[in-house]
Structure formats: structure tokens, C-alpha cells
């Protein structure tokens, strides 16, 4: 059924948002504005273009100073980190015509699968995507994209708060995602944009992206990318402009960017050596273009209880259905055998264990000096050399600003030993 021959329910949906107390879950929307998809399976968009994230590694360097190096990785991050957005930020709009409420995961839902080498030369090799619900309450998702072939790992992990306006959902993100080429020595720091929905009114809700996203590299050089919507600045939506800087400092004023790249995450962007965008810019990325790699997920009958769509089947089901009788009948068991577990474990004094993620405290004297041989957390020097705040405040907070408010700095992390001696759930 469309969203527009659904108006009436929309509208009490859009009434009951004034009531809304910030936890997204209590929120009932009607069916057709409902995602079959947990969020569990989001963490997969970040890694869609294996060509793109592996693409420092194969970066010819010879007769390259240092510096020129440094800086085509950075520009190869960069082009990384916006192929992501579209398939982010877009993907429920091209797919189902509209944004979606995605399913809530529980405590402890998992989401794996793969992404086979999609090169022509073998030399991408495999990439494993592991995904946990490390929180409920709070919602935070962990992930990891593992290549082992490359020893590239792109870890993170996503928290959102949510907030209603007049006219729209505003939503803020927590969390950070950290990239690592071992084999370059080579990592980034990126984070998080802020987001809000819009055509809440007109029933067809999109999300759209605001202030900026850093990609601090561990080289120094900082790329800044400031999101900007339609009738801002460029009119368009999906609009942003990226600087790359030769560092923090050199930031501080927008004539020292050593590259501009301007357009649209979800169509065309183009690059200009220095500070402006200039008409002459070469095609930077188009969104529209870029093909996505597929990630092979097993089917339901070989999945584990935990994993996402084995857990979500009948709920999924129901929605596909539009049958809003059976979608709370079965959301409401699994729920409700969720709740069970907490009793249980508060009865017991024992509480969930995470899989494959661990929370990190980067205020604990033992992570900020960690025993000789063992390596650093990377937020430590990244936050650091970008000025921002390491505490659990909105990604992309920069140090003493007014967002700056917690000095808790919990973070969680990929644990490889635990997904190696992993024994019941396989890719
Ligand atoms: C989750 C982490 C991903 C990026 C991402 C994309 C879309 C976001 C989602 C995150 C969080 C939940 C979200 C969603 C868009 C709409 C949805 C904010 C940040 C809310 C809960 C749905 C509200 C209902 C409206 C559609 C009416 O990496």
C-alpha cells in the first residue's frame, strides 16, 4: 500500500510523535512505514565498495615524497568514507520508497556475512562483516569488516538519540568508526554525521545530513566535511563540501585546504586543487554510478537464534504482509523472552556477555598506557591530533565546545581473539 493511501494512520502517527519520551522503541508506527530490516544489518553499508575501502593498499608510491602519499591516501579515504553515505542514508528510499523505522535489535542479535573478492586479480581477497548489539537500552550496534588478506579492519560502532521538532525527527549520532591498514601503518579516525528526517508532513520521510563528519588520519592531515540540505548554501539536497588539510591547525582557516571536493553524497561530486570548488573540478565520485558489492549472508535454516533475520523471521514476515495483528503478536514474543532473559540474569547477578566487543575506557590509566607490545587504542592520538572530545558525547564533538559535556569515555571494540575461538556461529 503507498504512504499516501495510508494518510490517516500516518497523521495519528505524526500526533503521537509530540508525545514522544526519546526512546525510539516505545514508538508504535503504523506498518507500512516499518523496515523488515533490523538495524543490525546497517552495519553492512559501510563496506558496499570493497574497492574503495582497500584502495590505499594498493597505492603506487613510487616517486612519491612522503607527503604526496599521505595525501592520496587521504583523498582515497575520503572517497571511501562518501561512497558509504549513499548507501547509508538512501538505500531504504530506493528500495522501499521512503525512509524506514528500522527493527530494534535485541540485546545480543548478531548480523554476519561476507563480501567475496571482488577483484580481477584476487588481490582484494575476502572481507567479513561481523555485526552485535552490544546495548539494547541504550540501542548501540558494534561492528568490524575484517580482511585478512590485506590486514585491513574497519571497526566502529553507532548509538542514535532521537529527538522531534515541529516539523522534524532529529537524530544524533554516537560512536565513531576507526580504519586500519596494518600493512601502511596507516589509521583513521572518522565520524559520525548528525542527521534529521524530513517530509515528516508529507508523509514520505527522507533522512538528511548536517554539520560535518572528520576523517583524522593518523598521518596528521584532517578532511573536514560539512553536509548542507536543500535550500542551503547549494540549494540541493544531499549537498556537502570536504576539505582536506595538511593538519588540525592548518584548518583553522579554509584557504589552507589543499583540496576541495563538492556535490552531492548521493549523486556527483566533483575535486578542485585548494580552497574553492572550481566548474573545472574532475569527477570526484557518482554515487549513482558505483555498483555495490553484495554481502553473502547464509541462508535462515543454517542461522544461529541470535542472527537477525533467523530471530526476525516471523516479524518480518508480518510486515511484508502488512498485517499489524501478527507484527505485535510476534514482536511481543520476542520481546517479551527478551525481558525474561533480563529477569533471569538480574535473579542470577550475571549479565549478558558480548560475542566479539568489549567496552574500552580510554580515562583508564591501563588503556592509556598500555604494557609494552601491545598497541594503543587508535582514538587515543586521533582525538587528539583532530581536537576532539574522546568522551561518549555526539560523534564529531570537538573538545570544550557546548556538546562537550561528558568526560566518560567508553568506547566499544572488536575483540578478534573472541571471534577466533568462535565456535557456534559461522559465516
Ligand atoms: C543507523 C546507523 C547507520 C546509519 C543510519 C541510517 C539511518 C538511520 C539509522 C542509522 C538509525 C535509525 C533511524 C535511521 C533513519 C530513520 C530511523 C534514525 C543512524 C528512525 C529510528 C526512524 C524513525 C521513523 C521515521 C521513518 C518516521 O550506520
Known amino acids: 500500500m503507498s504512504v499516501a493511501a495510508n494518510s490517516t494512520s500516518w497523521t495519528s502517527f505524526v500526533k503521537s510523535i509530540a508525545s514522544y519520551n526519546g526512546d525510539l522503541s516505545s514508538l508504535t508506527a503504523p506498518p507500512f512505514i516499518?523496515?523488515?530490516?533490523?538495524?543490525?544489518?546497517y552495519s553492512q553499508y559501510w563496506a558496499e565498495h570493497q574497492d574503495l575501502l582497500l584502495a590505499p593498499n594498493f597505492i603506487d608510491a613510487t616517486g612519491l615524497t612522503s607527503d604526496e602519499l599521505e595525501i592520496k591516501r587521504m583523498v582515497a579515504v575520503t572517497k571511501w568514507f562518501i561512497s558509504t553515505l549513499r548507501s547509508q542514508y538512501c538505500s531504504r528510499?530506493?528500495?522501499k520508497g521512503s525512509e524506514k523505522k528500522p527493527l530494534n535489535p535485541f540485546l545480543g542479535e548478531v548480523f554476519i556475512g561476507k563480501w567475496t573478492d571482488s577483484s580481477e586479480d584476487?588481490?582484494?581477497?575476502?572481507?567479513?562483516?561481523?555485526?552485535?548489539?552490544?546495548?539494547h537500552h541504550p540501542p548501540v550496534t558494534g561492528y568490524a569488516v575484517v580482511n585478512a588478506k590485506n590486514n585491513t579492519l574497519l571497526q566502529g560502532y553507532n548509538g542514535v538519540k532521537a529527538s522531534f521538532s515541529a516539523t522534524s525527527l532529529n537524530v544524533k549520532q554516537y560512536g565513531?568508526?576507526?580504519l586500519?591498514?596494518?600493512?601502511?601503518?596507516?589509521?583513521?579516525?572518522?565520524?559520525?554525521?548528525?542527521?534529521?528526517?524530513e517530509g515528516m508532513l508529507v508523509a514520505s520521510p527522507f533522512v538528511e545530513l548536517q554539520d560535518k563528519s572528520y576523517i583524522q588520519a593518523s598521518s596528521g592531515y584532517l578532511t573536514v566535511v560539512e553536509f548542507s540540505g536543500r535550500g542551503y548554501l547549494t540549494g540541493k539536497k544531499n549537498s556537502f563540501k570536504a576539505r582536506i588539510y595538511k593538519d588540525k591547525a592548518a584548518s583553522a582557516n579554509k584557504k589552507n585546504a589543499l583540496f576541495t571536493i563538492d556535490g552531492q553524497w548521493s549523486g556527483v561530486s566533483t575535486i578542485s586543487e585548494g580552497s574553492e570548488a572550481k566548474k573545472s573540478?574532475?569527477?570526484?565520485?557518482?554515487?549513482?554510478?558505483?555498483?555495490?558489492?553484495?554481502?553473502?549472508?547464509?541462508?535462515?535454516?543454517q542461522q544461529h537464534d541470535l542472527e537477525s533475520r533467523k530471530a526476525w523471521?516471523?516479524?518480518?514476515?508480518?510486515?511484508r504482509a502488512g498485517d499489524f495483528q501478527t507484527i505485535s503478536a510476534t514482536k511481543s514474543?520476542?520481546?517479551n523472552a527478551q525481558r525474561e532473559l533480563r529477569l533471569e540474569e538480574k535473579a542470577n547477578g550475571t549479565v549478558w556477555a558480548r560475542r566479539w566487543f568489549a567496552e574500552v575506557d580510554l580515562n583508564d590509566p591501563a588503556v592509556r598506557l598500555p604494557a609494552a607490545g601491545t598497541k594503543a587504542d587508535p582514538a587515543l592520538g586521533l582525538t587528539e591530533l583532530a581536537c576532539l572530545s574522546k568522551g561518549n558525547n555526539p560523534s564529531g564533538t570537538v573538545k570544550g565546545e557546548k556538546h562537550d559535556t561528558s568526560v566518560e569515555a567508553k568506547h566499544w571494540r572488536f575483540q578478534p581473539a573472541m571471534w577466533e575461538k568462535e565456535a557456534e556461529i559461522k559465516i
Open 122 to 135: 584476487a588481490s582484494f581477497g575476502e572481507s567479513v562483516l561481523l555485526s552485535e548489539q552490544v546495548s
Open 34 to 41: 516499518l523496515h523488515d530490516v533490523s538495524l543490525t544489518e
Open 180 to 197: 586500519e591498514y596494518q600493512n601502511l601503518g596507516a589509521e583513521y579516525l572518522v565520524t559520525l554525521p548528525q542527521l534529521h528526517i
Open 93 to 95: 528510499n530506493e528500495s
Open 333 to 335: 514474543k520476542l520481546e
Open 176 to 178: 565513531h568508526a576507526l
Open 313 to 319: 523471521k516471523d516479524v518480518a514476515e508480518a510486515i
Open 281 to 301: 573540478g574532475a569527477l570526484f565520485y557518482n554515487a549513482t554510478k558505483a555498483a555495490r558489492n553484495q554481502l553473502v549472508v547464509k541462508p535462515i535454516e
